[in-house]
């Protein structure tokens, strides 16, 4: 475990954490977007190059800001009067931890069947941009097509959904 | 403590964050940015998993990450879309004051 591991994973869980509990939401999509950049560095960490920077893409160039003009058009920036918390938030807390404790505790006790010993470092492995276009569009061309169609049939859902209606507005 | 441990540690934790959020926040936008960071704990697992698996060059672990960071966007962009219509329908992103199905 290298201190780089370390730095990374304490950034990605202190920007989590302060996502969800900070009271400003504008501040709360701000710390989403440090997580999602220490998400990313752990993609390139575990030399996954290609995953990262489509987490980087994705995650920071499009669903952050996506959240922070949801945020400014519902005006949700504004703390309620009666709390950020939901009334049943200690049973959502008491869930949250105990599924935590459970995974935990069933990560530190496995046996894994991997090569190594217990999932030693291995040498990276040899995969190129190349590659993962090749499988794309070999082995995985049908998911590929699949999430085509989903990302049009989402993409005409969502102007559907959020379009202004004329005749409720009066 | 082995590097895939370490990482399966903080794809729980990360979870275990989105999840207590997801559950115990009022703010609809923000439910959904826990949902978010749950499925990112998911593709982190994923990763590892491809990365110290015995088969790296299948690819699989990858391709599944790949795949669900492109469903979680159209999720996103459903959800805020969602969020944003029932805002103007119901003037809050309050989740407790949203009790009813019919408007």
């Known amino acids: ?170 | 403590m082995t590097p895939l441990t370490g990482y399966l540690l903080v794809a729980a934790l990360l979870f275990a964050i989105g999840l207590a959020g997801a559950l115990t926040r009022r703010n609809a936008i923000l439910v959904l940015i826990g949902i978010e960071l749950m499925l990112n704990a998911a593709n982190l697992n994923f990763i590892a998993f491809w990365r110290y698996g015995p088969h790296p060059e299948a690819l699989t672990g990858m391709m599944f990450a790949i795949f669900s960071i492109a469903v979680a966007a159209a999720e996103a962009a459903v959800g805020l879309g969602l969020v944003i219509q029932i805002h103007r329908h119901a003037h809050t992103t309050d989740l407790d004051q949203m009790n009813r199905m019919k408007g």
Request: glycine content about 8%; charged content about 10%; proline content about 4%.
């Open chain 1, 1 to 170: 475990m290298s201190i780089v591991f370390f730095a990374i994973a304490g950034l990605s869980v202190a920007g989590a954490l302060a996502a969800v509990a900070l009271k400003n939401t504008v501040h709360c999509a701000l710390a989403l977007t440090v997580a999602f950049a220490g998400l990313a560095l752990l993609f390139l960490e575990l030399d996954a190059q290609f995953a990262g920077f489509a987490q980087i893409l994705v995650y920071i160039g499009a669903v952050a800001i996506l959240v922070v003009f949801a945020i400014l058009l519902t005006r949700g920036s504004e703390t309620p009067k009666d709390g950020i918390y939901s009334t049943k938030w200690l049973l959502g807390l008491v869930t949250a931890s105990g599924i935590f404790a459970v995974l935990a505790w069933a990560v530190l006790h496995s046996t894994w069947a991997l090569p190594g010993p217990e999932g030693a470092p291995t040498a990276a492995p040899a995969v190129t941009v190349m590659d993962i276009g090749n499988a794309l569009m070999g082995r995985y061309v049908l998911p590929l097509e699949i999430v085509a169609l989903l990302l049009t049939s989402a993409l005409i859902g969502a102007v559907i959904v959020a379009m202004h209606e004329k005749e409720s507005a009066q």
